[in-house]
């Protein structure tokens, strides 16, 4: 039972970070129709930059967590500059898709330039919890666990009353349904995909962030996290929020419970097998718009 | 005198062609030499140096170089129907584990082993295409890079048999190419072979399907391609190529590795494809080419393998998008429009009798349909969104005749007509084609001779006028598939005698310039170049919604005259339309659809008059039939 | 007194030139028509007012101020509101959400939008009915509405219309054209592009006629109607 409980926390921490990542997808898809390919990079810029700032600079944690968020936001009004405006017109044979090559490349450029900048090692990133956990019923739960969870939550809270509520989230998630007649009424369209880079960017830092005291900061993980929370937005229908969270925190328990019965080398298996699984059925995921859009 | 080639005539780059098979064929020293010389050539203002030599290690290079080559061909079959695929980086290894096993553990011969690997990649392709079937497009691209991972997963995870991380050792050469220069052979004649399927496969009736799904798989269906067929074809023939690829490449570095199959590999192919122009013949070759060197030359002046040639082409994916979207080729193509000649362009087929009997002669040159009932739908049901979007509805035309359907908006008029095209199954009802039931699928019942013209004009906007209509005489093509990726004397017969009907069809419904792109065309041109699509695949029956939206007047006289012709020449038309004068002249039968149901059906006088009809739809003033002031 | 003038407009896409010395002058509180075929360039020269096309040369003013080239935003702003052909709604949006993001441009606090949106309300009861509904579920009729309401939360002084009558059944047109006429009464200037020229010039004050991007003929609707190239050629 002890176990049981143990590896229900695991997997709703995992569960958190894929929903977290998986937002950041989503907030930027419904803005622009691109699917940011970098994102995991992001991510794992935020574990990186974020230990440089707190463990080798030694910044108070919230402090490197803020500066963190914000250099992550920074790199997404890069990204949306560099990599997708003018990008979006441009075919490659495909329509318009000529981003999937260019924010593939932005990504391979934060990976190597990450990668050279701070070397391929592991690096260690201490709790910065003022407690170190708590215990109930015998299970003891580091505080970190609580902290990601708490703000996988809160975040989608957030995000969900943002672009639901708000007129700014509403002309977010107006512009990708059909960019020229948002343009034509006077909505700044480039504007708003500068918006959503940059809350997409902050978001894939945060979680970096989050999860750097639980799994230590690597630079090579930004692919699989990346794959894994898209696998999250995917099944759950991008671009719902909800379906982020439920999507998130489902894998994450799908995948410690499956790992557990199947040994560790089918720890991506399991959550892309999911994948596929949910995708054949439901092309469009579980809370995906409707009409079965071709993202 | 007609004289034309077609496909992508390029007779300068046929030269280059056969240069470089030249090349090829004077042996692993000659290619090495150059290929080390232009490609050093290519980095030669970061290295500083351009080395032309022919030692071992540039051997080494210039057949990985081809090898690489191989598996791009293949993936740019995919490419061209519309796919991204980012996990071929899993097919090359299924193929080099595969003849790494079956010669190491298992004995066999390798030339045993290379076509059964390749073949086994291709049955995996068969597994992991299907999918593609149902994602779009960017999402079918996160998939395959999962299979990419997952792959290196397996190998990692099944270590008693693939050595996991440690490898696998000692594969070897097979006599009689067991030297590295011996070995430049084998792999020549597999390229070669390779480029002349891949390229054949390109220009064929199967290439052009590709393309046209890649296009708009709505309009293919349309004319009958079945897209999930066409995806799922190249998928699989994309896998066996890179497969065979990597069956070569196992004997040629004699130590496989998880490491060599990583995602960034697949990114990379895909970067060849792209860069040199995809979907195009030669594209692939360009880009393999150009960005082989990049990490050896990284290598050699920084010293740090990985990261900086990532850091490279990471920039090079960037700057390509915003320079060269299209890949070298169109850049090539865009140079040659602006300062060559236009001499390898069909010649156009002038006509100079009218439209109408041009039209004319162009149907009656199609067998006439006996007379019958062409279509029988009865009781047709749908929900859609909570309502009964159609509640019963009979629609029955006979051999010439014209069936028009109106009703107000949310009548249940779209829902119809997609059901009776098959792109939505009915709950309940029965469809027939003449006397036969055929299933609810857009394709199917194209094929049983159903044609359907769209709101908008949906036109394959990337291919040329007369590639529009050879999609659609493709499907009535007599030459087998196998005939076109030989290029079979009868197979390039056909060809011919398809582009010359093409190039009539077009001239008849007054489109007079077949190599116009059809995304240049204006909005009247759009509609005429639908048209001809329509009439190339033979119709007996033909659907057209709203053509007459947004013509003016003089337009819709001509469609007017179309339709009549079509009429007289025993195709039935099932007419969805706003336009109530048109309705009244040109239809035999009018139902009126309202809230899902028919409440009125009869000759266009009957329903004219009907008081529902015009409560419901048509109104009292001016706004109905008097668009001419003529009622 | 005309609000809105252009002068001479040369526009286009890229390298391809569209509208040829266009000039019109609509008067403040009119309907004023255009027609023409299709690709004769009535959607352009509206996307030109909007400023979602290149201008070449000439001039487009609104009350004296300068518009030409300005941004969507700008011209917005400047009291012009943009209704697109084929509706363009966004489908997946309720029709509330719809009618705010319509006030965008104009930055409404909370309560200017509730204001506005009962008042589109009033005009067009339908949409007050379906107001949570997805716009996507509407018919071609109600998201005319809508559209029509869209722009006027941006608290216009000039309307671009453009073909509000495609797709619709003959019932419909009526309907939407008898709300175009009130909105005109009720002190709104129009400037309508229409296929259905027979219509639109029954409601319209002035007209001119595009073919192939240059004006070929304008003055009131009236002698339009009665004009013998103008009815051979667009009223058949």
């Given amino acids: ?295 | ?631 | 007194m005309s609000l809105l003038s252009i002068r001479e407009l040369n526009a286009g896409y890229g390298l391809v030139p569209v509208l040829h010395d266009v000039s019109l002058e609509v008067a403040e509180g009119e309907i004023m028509t255009v027609i023409g075929s299709n690709g004769a360039g009535k959607s352009t020269l509206l996307r030109t007012i909007s400023g979602l096309t290149d201008v070449r040369s000439g001039s487009v003013t609104m009350d004296g101020r300068e518009l030409t080239g300005g941004s969507p935003a700008v011209v917005g702003r400047a009291g012009i509101a943009h209704v697109p052909e084929n509706r363009r709604v966004f489908a997946a949006h309720s029709v509330e959400d719809n009618l705010h993001l319509g006030a965008y441009v104009r930055g409404a606090s909370r309560r200017e939008l509730a204001v506005d949106t009962a008042r589109v309300y009033e005009q067009f009861p339908v949409l007050g009915e379906r107001h949570r509904q997805k716009a996507g579920t509407l018919s071609g009729g109600e998201q005319q509405m809508l559209a029509i309401g869209m722009a006027l939360m941006a608290r216009p002084r000039l309307m671009l219309l453009d073909e509000p009558s495609l797709g619709l059944a003959p019932i419909v047109v009526e309907r939407v054209f008898a709300a175009i006429s009130d909105l005109a009464r009720d002190g709104m200037t129009i400037l309508l592009i229409e296929q259905f020229a027979h219509a639109a010039l029954q409601i319209a004050d002035h007209g001119v006629v595009l073919h192939l991007g240059e004006v070929i003929a304008s003055g009131d609707a009236a002698s339009l109607q009665q004009d013998d190239a103008v009815r051979r050629a667009y009223l058949g």
Avoid at chain 2, 454 to 462: I, R, V
Avoid at chain 2, 497 to 510: P, Y
Wanted: charged share 15%; proline share 4%; with cysteine.
């Fill in chain 1, 1 to 295: 039972m002890t176990w049981v409980l143990e590896t229900t926390m695991i997997g709703l921490t995992t569960g958190a970070v894929y929903a977290l990542i998986a937002m950041g997808y989503n907030v930027v898809f419904a803005t622009t129709g691109v699917l940011n390919f970098a994102h995991g990079e992001f991510f794992m810029g935020g574990m990186m930059i974020g230990a440089f700032l707190f463990v080798t600079v030694g910044l108070p944690a919230p402090v490197a967590l803020l500066a963190t968020v914000l250099i992550g936001a920074l790199a997404g009004i890069i990204e949306e500059r560099l990599a997708v405006r003018g990008a979006i017109e441009k075919g490659t044979g495909l329509g318009s898709s000529g981003w999937v090559l260019s924010t593939l490349g932005f990504g391979i450029i934060i990976q190597a330039g990450i990668t050279l900048w701070r070397g391929p090692e592991l690096r260690t990133f201490p709790s910065f919890m003022p407690f170190d956990s708590i215990t109930i019923f015998d299970v003891t739960i580091t505080s970190q666990r609580i902290l990601i969870i708490v703000a996988a939550l809160a975040v989608g809270a957030a995000m969900y009353i943002f672009l639901e509520k708000s007129l700014l989230g509403r002309a977010l998630g107006a512009v990708e349904q059909d960019p020229d007649a948002a343009r034509l009424r006077g909505i700044p369209v480039v504007r708003l995909g500068v918006i959503a880079f940059a809350i997409g960017g902050g978001l894939g830092a945060l979680a970096g962030f989050l999860t750097a005291p639980l799994s230590a900061a690597v630079s090579s993980v930004g692919l699989v996290f990346g794959l894994k929370g898209f696998i999250a937005a995917a099944v759950g229908g991008i671009p719902s929020i909800k379906g982020a969270l439920i999507a998130g925190f489902g894998l994450g328990l799908l995948e410690v419970f499956g790992v557990a019965w199947l040994g560790a080398g089918y720890r991506d298996a399991i959550v892309f097998g999911a994948l596929i699984v949910v995708l054949m059925i439901r092309p469009a995921g579980l809370f995906g718009a409707g009409v079965v859009r071709a993202v």
């Fill in chain 2, 1 to 631: 005198m007609e004289k034309f080639t077609f496909g992508a005539p390029a007779s300068r780059l046929r030269y280059l062609g056969l240069l470089t098979l030249a090349l090829l064929i004077a042996g692993p020293q000659v290619f090495a030499t150059l290929f080390s010389g232009l490609t050093s050539l290519i980095v030669a203002p970061f290295t500083g140096s351009v080395e032309f030599t022919s030692s071992r290690y540039e051997i080494f290079n210039a057949e990985l170089l081809l090898i690489y080559v191989v598996v791009v061909l293949g993936l740019n079959l995919i490419f061209q129907a519309g796919m991204i695929s980012l996990g071929h980086s899993a097919f090359f290894l299924f193929g080099a584990y595969g003849v790494g096993l079956l010669t190491i553990k298992a004995d066999w011969s390798f030339w045993l082993a290379m076509p059964t690997a390749a073949v086994i990649a291709g049955l995996i392709g068969l597994v992991l295409g299907a999918p593609a079937l149902r994602l779009g497009l960017f999402t079918l691209a996160m998939v395959t890079m999962g299979y990419g991972i997952v792959s290196e997963d397996m190998l990692l995870e099944w270590r008693s048999i693939t050595g996991g991380g440690d490898g696998l050792a000692g594969v070897e050469k097979p006599a009689p190419f067991d030297s590295i220069e011996s070995y430049y052979w084998l792999v020549v004649i597999v390229v070669v072979v390779v480029f002349l399927f891949t390229r054949n496969w390109l220009r064929s009736p199967i290439g052009r399907a590709g393309k046209a799904t890649a296009d708009n798989e709505v309009a293919a269906g349309s004319v009958g391609i079945d897209v999930r067929v066409v995806k799922l074809r190249a998928f699989v023939v994309s896998g066996t190529i890179a497969g065979l690829g990597g069956a070569l490449y196992a004997p040629l570095i004699g130590f496989l590795s998880p490491g060599a199959f990583t995602v960034d590999l697949a990114v990379l192919f895909l970067l060849m494809v792209l860069l040199g122009g995809g979907g195009t013949v030669i594209g692939p070759i360009i880009g393999a080419f150009v960005l082989f060197r990049i990490p050896l030359a990284v290598e050699d002046i920084t010293g740090e393998a990985g990261n900086v040639s990532l850091l490279v082409y990471g920039v090079v994916l960037i700057a390509s998008v915003h320079l060269v979207p299209q890949g070298f080729m169109s850049a090539w193509w865009f140079l040659r429009a602006r300062f060559g000649r236009s001499d390898d362009r069909a010649e156009r087929i002038v006509q100079e009798t009218s439209d109408d009997a041009a039209f004319e002669s162009v149907l009656a040159q199609l067998p006439r349909p006996e007379d019958a009932r062409q279509l029988d739908a009865r009781g047709l049901r749908r929900r859609m969104g909570g309502v009964q979007a159609v509640d019963g509805v009979d629609l029955a035309v006979d051999t010439g005749q014209v069936h028009a359907l109106i009703g107000p908006n949310g009548s249940g008029k779209t829902t119809t007509l997609n059901l009776l095209s098959g792109y939505v199954e009915p709950d309940q009802g029965t469809f027939e084609l003449k006397g036969q039931p055929v299933a609810a699928a857009g394709h199917v019942r194209a094929r049983a001779g159903l044609g359907r013209t769209f709101q908008t004009p949906l036109l394959f906007d990337g291919m040329s006028c007369v590639e529009n209509v050879l999609v659609a005489l493709d499907r009535h093509r007599q030459a087998s598939n196998l005939a076109y990726l030989l290029r079979l004397p009868a197979a390039r017969r056909e060809e011919r005698l398809h582009w010359r009907r093409a190039c009539e069809i077009l001239a008849a419904v007054g489109l007079h310039d077949p190599e116009r792109r059809a995304d240049v065309l204006p909005p009247g041109e759009r509609r005429l170049l639908e048209l001809a699509r329509l009439v190339a695949a033979r119709p007996s029956v033909v659907l057209m919604d709203e053509p007459a939206a947004g013509l003016t007047h003089a337009e819709i006289e001509h469609l007017e005259r179309m339709v009549r012709v079509m009429a007289s020449a025993g195709i039935s038309v099932v007419l969805v339309e706003h336009h109530v004068d048109l309705v009244l002249r040109l239809a035999d039968t009018v139902t009126v659809l309202d809230f899902g149901k028919v409440i009125a059906h009869g000759s266009p006088a009957e329903v004219r008059e009907h008081p529902d009809v015009v409560a419901a739809y048509l109104g009292t003033s001016t706004a109905s039939g008097t668009e001419g002031g003529v009622s």
